[in-house]
């Protein structure tokens, strides 16, 4: 990993007290979902699954989704797909040998059969497009709920500010303006559309980080890059 990699901020490091630091939600060297790492090469880690329910939204690719449920289900969570392109997830988890005794595709709208837990969570990706109005899913403990935008319009800003955790990966200016306001991120937006192709800005509470995605060679070999296409 490339130092050059990152944006030359200092946002997305604090010093904290030993009180503070069982809020975060971003932890380096913990037991969660790995993102990937941070300009000190250290990994960042995200607690996914918790006795609460977890909104997430990526703007990105699919990919990048992709990248992220592989790693879920690499913790042992259960994966439910809400999608429009269920040929594209399917052909994705053919290639990765995840089995259907570990995934399951639900209609848009439907909830899970069997309810999450700390033994078996669950992740929910909502792959079905840009949509307005109540959540189509339910939030519940132990599920995680990742929506997934491959552009970012006006009608995204009031999903992006109910979500727990926002991934980033480089926007275009036009979406770099749209994300900072709702989210309070005005020094970073010109750099967001800067960032490095397989880097995202993760977003929680408030605070920001920059993470590279830090491919391993079985990622890369099943997914090629997760950059945005276009």
Not at 75 to 103: N, P
Not at 176 to 191: D, I, K, R, Y
Request: hydrophobic share 45%; glycine share 10%.
């Amino acid at each position: 990993m490339n130092d050059s990699a990152f944006p030359a901020s200092r946002m997305g490091l604090y010093l904290s007290g030993p009180a503070a630091l069982g809020s975060l939600d971003l932890l380096a060297g913990a037991g969660g979902l790995v993102i990937g790492h941070n300009r000190q090469k250290e990994p960042v880690v995200l607690r996914l699954f918790r006795p609460e329910p977890v909104r997430l939204m990526l703007v990105g690719g699919v990919r990048c989704a992709q990248l992220l449920a592989s790693r879920a289900v690499a913790l042992g969570a259960q994966l439910f797909i809400q999608t429009g392109r269920e040929q594209v997830w399917d052909a994705f988890l053919r290639s990765a040998v995840i089995g259907r005794d570990v995934v399951s595709f639900l209609p848009v709208g439907a909830q899970p059969p069997q309810p999450a837990s700390s033994s078996a969570p669950q992740l929910m990706i909502v792959d079905t497009g840009p949509a307005t109005g109540p959540d189509s899913v339910a939030g519940t403990p132990w599920r995680a709920t990742l929506v997934v935008r491959d552009d970012l319009a006006s009608w995204d800003v009031d999903a992006l500010v109910r979500s727990d955790v926002v991934l980033l990966q480089r926007l275009t200016e036009p979406e770099a303006a749209l994300a900072v306001s709702p989210l309070g991120l005005a020094e970073a937006q010109n750099w967001l559309p800067r960032i490095h192709p397989e880097m995202v800005g993760l977003v929680s509470k408030g605070r920001l980080q920059w993470v590279l995605l830090s491919m391993t060679n079985s990622e890369r070999s099943l997914l090629g890059t997760v950059a945005r296409a276009g």
